[in-house]
């Protein structure tokens, strides 16, 4: 048996290039686990050396896959943030603030995009021109056009891009798939889906980057679109008309009284958001000390009168499959969590999870499938041990470990990566125009009635 995996074998078992299939399993994983010095490592460059960039994308994969990758280069705009990537991230690659040059020198098999929102899509179709495959965080990018320049991109480099979808690998939610595609309750018909969004992590979206549409697309795209993809998923077709409403009546010009951010701020005292970045020490040196570099404020008073994003929002979506949506994002609430109702024609599946503030300290979440003319079950799911209800390790085992199999079609693509944006921005046009949006308008991308599992 050969114990040496090339690169390109790397990407294809890991899903990248020929994305659910498994190529030659059994091989595969005897391969990866007799990997040694002399196995060819995935060249791995990031750009981004932010918080997601050096934590679950940077010094975790150092720490959980030394036998399958290296890092070959580390980018980011502000030099000092970048500096500081270096040393957290635990690695002796060269770092650049130029991307292009880090490509050229470097030469990676795979790009991890990891910046700002509303640069996704810069680096995804350079890297691909550049002769990498990409690894994106989402949302994938934040409005049609550049969606349609990514596809564009993929298609004429030959080059694969995977958007990291985290949210579907968490167990309760993959519980829900399966229950629905085992039919359980039938054929689905319509979902009640509402988001809540604390007063801590829900305004932390107003303090920073992402209370502006350009840098995020709103949280119609930035946050919503993983719980679009969740749907995507769930509902097993694609979206074909979104009614959108939303306001900005909570944070930005609402606030009393606003600062430009909470160290300088006048109004700690009677503030309920004051927050102190400084008693934080791995913010203080990711953010507080890179500010000269830049002038970014981590901590930004969330009573700005620049922000221009919704804090309340709410849509009804239409799949080609006929499954209808209520769907609702609220950011001020005093716990977070969702609730979630699948409706079909033999029952329904119900689930309330607290991600803040949770009702007991249970180590599982609940989901109660009612069948019609039947008893209530209730079904118990444990709490995964890793980030994000235990999502994150199964998504990046499944990325770098070869030959991780797929069964509940996790991986994502950019077709995926697309749709979950284009919801949101069909939400956000329809605001503004007032009017249903139909996705076929807006990209090449033209709805199915059953998922097409891209990867
Ligand atoms: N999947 C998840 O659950 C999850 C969680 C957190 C963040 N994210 C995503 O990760 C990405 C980064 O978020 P974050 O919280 O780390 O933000 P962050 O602000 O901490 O980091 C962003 C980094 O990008 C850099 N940057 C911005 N523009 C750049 C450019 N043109 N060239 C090079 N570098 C540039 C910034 O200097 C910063 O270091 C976002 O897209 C976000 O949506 C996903």
Avoid at 243 to 257: A, D, I, R, T, V
Wanted: proline share 3%.
């Amino acid at each position: 048996m050969n114990n040496k995996i090339s690169r390109r074998d790397f990407l294809v078992t890991s899903g990248l290039l020929a994305g659910s299939t498994v190529l030659n399993p059994v091989d595969g994983l005897k391969a990866s686990a007799t990997v040694g010095s002399n196995a060819e490592k995935l060249k791995v460059a990031l750009v981004g050396t932010g918080s997601r960039g050096c934590g679950m994308w940077g010094r975790d994969l150092v720490k959980r896959y030394p036998a399958y990758l290296e890092f070959v280069g580390l980018c980011d705009i502000n030099e000092g943030r970048l500096a500081f990537g270096k040393e957290y991230i635990g690695v002796n690659c060269p770092t650049f603030t130029n991307f292009e040059k880090m490509m050229k020198d470097t030469k990676p098999d795979l790009l991890i995009v990891t910046t700002v929102d509303a640069t996704h899509h810069d680096f995804i179709i350079k890297g691909m021109e550049m002769g990498a495959d990409v690894l994106t965080e989402k949302p994938m990018t934040i409005d049609e056009h550049k969606i349609q320049a990514i596809l564009d991109a993929e298609k004429r480099t030959g080059k694969k891009c995977r958007v990291t979808f985290n949210y579907r690998y968490s167990p309760h939610r993959a519980k829900i798939w399966e229950l629905l595609r085992a039919g359980e309750i039938g054929e689905l018909t319509s979902v009640d889906f509402h988001w809540y969004l604390d007063t801590s992590h829900g305004a932390d979206y107003f303090r920073r980057w992402h209370r502006l549409t350009e840098k995020s697309g709103s949280l119609w795209v930035h946050k919503a679109s993983h719980h679009f993809d969740l749907l995507n998923w769930w509902v097993d077709s694609d979206p074909e008309t979104v009614f959108g409403l939303g306001s900005l009546e909570f944070y930005g010009k609402n606030g009393q009284f606003r600062g430009e951010n909470c160290r300088t701020c006048k109004h700690t005292k009677t503030c309920n958001f004051y927050w102190d970045i400084t008693k934080n020490d791995y913010y203080k040196k990711i953010y507080v000390d890179n500010e000269k570099y830049d002038g970014y404020l981590r901590d930004g008073c969330v009573f700005k009168n620049d922000v221009n994003i919704y804090d309340k929002m709410a849509a009804s979506i239409k799949y080609k499959n006929g499954v209808q949506v209520s769907y609702s994002l609220t950011t001020y609430s005093p716990y977070e969590g969702y609730r979630i109702a699948f409706n079909g024609t033999k029952g329904r599946i119900d689930a309330w999870i607290q991600e803040s503030k949770p009702v007991n300290d249970a180590n599982y979440d609940e989901i109660v499938l009612f069948k019609n003319f039947n008893r209530r079950e209730y079904i118990q799911v444990p709490h995964g041990t890793s980030g994000h209800g235990g999502g994150d390790n199964l998504l990046r085992d499944q990325v770098f470990i070869p030959n991780t199999p797929d069964p509940l079609k996790q991986c994502a693509g950019v077709r995926d990566g697309a749709l979950a944006c284009l919801i949101g921005i069909a939400a956000r046009k329809s605001i503004e125009l007032n009017k249903p949006i139909n996705i076929s308008e807006l990209t090449t991308i033209q709805p199915n009635v059953r998922k097409e599992y891209t990867l």
